[in-house]
């Protein structure tokens, strides 16, 4: 057989596997049809309101971070778990739209991580809402005019994103997923040279992360903090002799050329998100619980607290303290822990940590964060 027949027979061999795939997803998007046509049913005999129905019933958060794990366990290459997932999640992404369309706010403009994130975690087959603020994510959640909202929480160099935390203190929302993105800081320009550029638009964050390679690189360049990295993205189209810091995505929005790629100081830079809704999630098998949690200022508290994850052998992954608002000097304790409210042991710390803190909020269990 020549090496024009081979690729032929292996061209057409191609053509048949995407003929199968076609037809399996559309197999499963009519099954998708058919269970909503049953959830309608079940809400029409149960005469729930609206947005219970649409918050509650179609999107299951633990539902699909199971499927994801099965499709990673069971994966065999040469595809990454990472690529499989993304591919995987956007044809439930797609699926899903066919039930309901999703309306995810995020911490804009177009083009930022948040917005990243939010595709990374629900697919491309929503709709997503710019808003200016992070407390503005928040309300338009609560409004019910989005099903979800996706904020910065964390990141892995940086540290704690204090506004979020701050807006727990107030809302009644809840979490309901996490994602976790790797950072990728590109140098976007329409500067034909390195050598031309005399200004540096980008978030605070950003350019923290990107201290040192500025530092060697471009150390007479002007470092400008601005809202977001989209927003220097726009600055950077109109202006010369300047570059934005920001991802992929405001490359391709706003038409930018990348001059240098990856010039984070980290490689392994990560920022971690939260999904937030109105929606308590069931377990998915490999969950975290977020707690705000007071004790009265007085010697041991924190250690009375902590007490009851110890007795029951759970693990924090992370806690933070923020002051209260309240009083001067009084704080609370943001708390990460591993495990569901519903898993019987941490049933049990959260009744014992009940009896010793002056204030104890569970912010959600949910998911952690699929690849």
């Not at 540096?200 to 809202?227: F, M, T």
């Amino acid at each position: 057989m020549s090496q024009a027949e081979k690729l032929q027979a292996i061209r057409e061999r191609i053509d048949k596997l995407d003929e199968e795939i076609q037809r399996l997803i559309n197999d499963r998007a009519k099954c998708a049809q058919e269970v909503a046509f049953v959830k309608q049913e079940s809400v029409k005999q149960e005469s729930a309101n609206q947005e219970s129905k649409d918050n509650a019933e179609y999107y299951r958060p633990e539902r699909e971070a199971e499927i994801l794990r099965e499709i990673q366990a069971r994966n065999q290459g040469p595809l990454s778990n990472e690529e499989i997932a993304r591919l995987f999640r956007e044809i439930m992404s797609a699926c899903l739209a066919l039930e309901q369309t999703l309306k995810i706010a995020y911490l804009g403009p177009e083009g930022t991580f948040t917005q990243a994130a939010a595709l990374k975690h629900f697919g491309h087959s929503i709709n997503s809402i710019s808003m200016s603020a992070i407390d503005e994510v928040f309300r338009e959640v609560e409004s019910g005019s989005a099903n979800y909202g996706v904020v910065p929480i964390e990141n892995s160099t940086e540290g704690v994103i204090n506004h979020t935390l701050d807006m727990f203190l107030q809302s009644s929302l809840l979490i309901c997923g996490e994602v976790e993105l790797r950072i990728h800081h590109h140098l976007l320009s329409t500067a034909a040279k390195l050598e031309d550029i005399k200004k540096i638009y980008s978030h605070q964050q950003s350019l923290a992360q990107c201290r040192e390679w500025l530092d060697a690189n471009l150390p007479k360049a002007e470092r400008i903090s601005v809202g977001s990295n989209a927003e220097a993205a726009k600055i950077a189209v109109d202006e010369k002799n300047c570059a934005a810091i920001a991802g992929n995505t405001a490359a391709e929005i706003y038409g930018l050329d990348t001059i240098v790629a990856n010039i984070e100081d980290e490689p392994d830079n990560t920022t971690r998100f939260l999904v937030i809704g109105n929606q308590s999630v069931s377990q998915s098998g490999r969950d975290k619980t977020s707690i705000l949690v007071s004790a009265p200022n007085k010697s041991g508290a924190l250690y009375s607290l902590l007490t009851p994850f110890i007795k029951n052998e759970i693990s924090l992954t992370r806690i933070e303290s923020r002051p209260s608002r309240k009083g001067m000097w009084e704080y609370v304790f943001f708390i990460d822990i591993e495990g569901h409210r519903d898993d019987e042991p941490v049933k049990k710390a959260l009744s014992e940590l009940k009896k010793d803190a002056s204030l104890l909020k569970v912010l959600g269990s949910y998911p952690c964060a699929v690849l």
